[in-house]
């Protein structure tokens, strides 16, 4: 079935080109120029898109503030920011705002396709596995994920995690313990066509470690490997 892209790009020309690249490779795609259509076009869909492609700098309120609005709204959308200068780029790596992934301008429309589809596959792929589903939950001491709902329980209290956030904490459930290179988390986590930077991994442990560490700054259960990776100690 083919995704539908909401696009909120201010600058025409850079807009033009997104969507016809998008159309061109099947996309349905819906534009917008400024974050308050995005916003506005979103809710007139009914929150049916499968991803949100947002240009950071915008002249009413900005991309950051965008992709939280629709994050609050929808855990599950995949979330792109795109972003002029490689501060933006910082911007987006220190934020806790929810984005799945973010695209450094200039781009070619082969790195676009790419992100896209392999976003879009995740997505895709975390929309239907809830009915090929056999196990309903993960448990990893206080911490119970539910495959279903993709909600984290931790001792009674829920914690909403975005679609990313979601399938580290299950491949780490999965692999308690075990030490893993950033490159093999990318892998396992984004697919093995993400084209992207491995900081994108550093980025969603700093986020999941505010909601699943009492000190996230002294993490307990999310571990950095030093000069390899991340792990999941399982606490009991
Ligand atoms: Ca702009």
Redesign the pocket.
Known sequence: MEKKVLVC???TAIRDFIVINLRRNGFYVIESDSGEEALRKYDEEGGKIDIALL?V??PGIDGFEVCKEIRARNKSIGIIMLS?KSQEVDKVTGLTLGADDYIAKPFSPSELIARLDALGRRVAISNSSTEAMVKESLTSGDFTLNLINHELNWNGRRIELTQTEFQLLEFFFQNPGIAFERSRILQKVWGETYSGEEKIVDVNIRRLRIKVEEDPSSPKNLLTVWGMGYKWEKRD
Do not use: K, T
């Open positions: 790009e201010d600058e240009d700098m915008l002029a």
